[in-house]
């Protein structure tokens, strides 16, 4: 009696008062459901619950094994051991996917449960059996603190009506989804759900328990395109079935792509002061600096004269940028450093852009040229990928169909600009991705050859038979294929179709403009977009799984500044007090969570959940619980995040400290 007058009448009405005592003081008043269905029990004598089962009473049935869906099958899609002994159902379509709530049946969500305390569960278990509870008192008390020595929480309990059938629990996560992403927390957007206690109970906006809601199509929640990142669509999804952690994040390939490039772009001399290289680099050239060396100085096979090719920041943007050098070249006319002119208005997406040309003596005080391009990280020329080590595999069609198109795309712009490419050759094309490539160092020629005489008629026609040898060289993966043309059109027409054959004896012995080889190659220019828009939509696909982290990396900063903060404003208690103590609380709710067996709880998909429905603000009630088990706080994520922002204020200075 004491222990009731103390705990539990300043918050429970009489009826909970007496189903407790009822619990406490017979705790085999409730009768076993494992007897009950089925007629034994595992536990026998030891059993804390009643074995004599009363017709009247409507238990929920235990359905044998072979009528309950597989949870692999639920989560995974298959099963390993189907057909090797596994004693679950295998087969989707014969699992009832509903409940019968009020005589009429209701879909429902297919949920997994966590294990919770023991002696909690039977004590919520038992009340929710004896449904004695008045609704309208739990909705008084919701908002406000319940306390209990044993530090348990008393959850209110469902409508003792639903059925759930077996393969459906508790806690409102779904076995197909395990994560829960992308799932909304309850069928009806204006009720939200508590998972105190192991249990799940739905609360209206007015604070009173409700049942599951009908079978029908809610209506669209205001916050749930905040509170869930949403699943892959089906036409950039994997293909196979099976789903991991990682499904929800960048792929590992794209990730490691952008750590490599990224590592690239910032790297500088410094890093590396032992290297040969870095000797006899200014710290300054013309408006760029942060100079690094790509490549050992060598004589070109194509301009012959020596170059070298360096990464720079721009110090007007603080952007990086690819300058070649060349040696030994002199200036005999004024307006050979204008042809470039043209080129730097030039922009296309198979083009390395040139941005500047310029004369400098910063290098060892001998006059050089330089050129200026953008930077293209990890980029690798076609010579080094498929040329300079003999394999004998050959290059895929497609790829060749695919570096086909972006080639005559870049020549079409070029000359239809009254330009000329003159460097197609293996190696001043780039792979910067994908079947992705690019022309590299244009404008050089023009500057070089000023005074050469050449129309750029025949250099356009030049640039026709460059591309005619470089396919020649790519399907034999030899750079001496162009030496014997007929030996190697011999070896090309047994490995490709005849379709790209024609194309490579066209380019090589007939007069042709770019204009009539789009014409010729304009069903591989459809497939080329196809190809292009479905990776598209695999990037955006993966950057749909991204965009939500910087939102949750602020409310997490937020929350790391006001936590455990030792002292503010002369008050070493400033965290522990006031409506910081309940962002403490929430901080273990989140993170600090720990199963029956005193094993932490590392789901993920729950903190993403929490940190989602604190930033929106969501009406949806959670049980906080004091490290020592002897409060427990009932409290809104709006409320949490109204505490997140005034104590934030009071640290930035905006709100003064009362």
Known sequence: RNFLRTNFLQTASICQCFAICKILMNPNSNVCRFFASTGNCYYGDQCNYSHIRDPAQNYPIIKPKSQILCRNIAVHGYCKYAGKGCEYNHDVTSI????????????????????ADKAVGEMVASVQALAIEDPAEVASRNGRSVESTSGQQIPPPSNPQIKYPDLHYS??????????????????????????????????????????????????????????????????????????????????DIRQEMIHRNALIVAKSSDDENN????????????????????????????????????????????????RKVDGFRISNENQ??????????????????????????????PSLFFVYHYHPGSVNLEEKYLKIPSPEIIPENVIWSFICQICSALKVIHNAGLACRVLTPSKILLTGKNRIRINGTGIFDVLNYDMGKSVQQSQ?????????????????????????????????????????????????????????????????????????N???????????EYENGRLFRLMVKLGFINERPEFDMDSGWSETGDRYLLKLFRDYVFHQVYEDSSPVLDYAHVVECLNKLDVGVSEKIVLMSRDEQSILIVSYKDLKRCVEEAFAELSGKKKHS
């Open 96 to 115: 009832p996917q509903t409940v019968q709530l009020n005589g009429e049946s209701v879909s429902a969500p297919m949920i997994m449960k966590r294990p």
């Open 337 to 366: 450093l204008k042809q470039n002119q043209m080129w730097q208005h030039l922009q296309h997406s198979a083009i390395v852009s040139l941005t500047d040309t310029f004369l400098s003596k910063d290098f060892s005080g001998v």
């Open 276 to 323: 040969p290289r870095m000797k006899d680099i200014p710290r300054q050239l013309n408006r760029y600096h942060s100079l690094y060396p790509l490549e050992d100085p060598h004589r070109s096979n194509i301009y012959g004269l020596t170059t070298c090719v360096y990464k720079c920041i721009f110090s007007v943007n603080g952007m990086p940028y690819c300058i």
């Open 461 to 533: 026609q030049e640039d026709i038979l460059d591309l005619g040898n470089l396919l020649l060289m790519l399907t034999c993966r030899s750079p001496n294929a162009i030496q014997n043309v007929p030996k190697s059109i011999e070896f090309l027409g047994n490995r490709y179709s005849n379709e790209l054959k024609e194309l490579i004896l066209v380019l090589l012995y007939k007069n042709v403009t770019v204009d009539t080889i789009c014409t010729v190659i304009a069903p591989k220019l459809l497939t080329e977009v196809d190809n292009l828009h």
């Open 535 to 545: 990776y598209t939509d695999m990037l955006e696909s993966d950057l749909s799984k």
């Open 171 to 252: 806690d409102g996560s779904n076995s197909a989804n395990p994560l829960n992403i992308g799932v909304p927390p309850a069928t009806n957007p204006n009720m939200a759900y508590n998972r105190s206690g192991g249990g799940m109970y739905f609360f209206g906006q007015d604070g009173i328990p409700q049942s599951m809601p009908p079978n029908q199509p809610p209506p669209p929640s205001p916050h749930l395109q905040y509170m869930h990142t949403a699943t892959s669509l089906p036409h950039a999804a994997a293909k196979p079935n099976r789903r991991n952690l990682q499904t929800f994040f960048m792929s590992d």
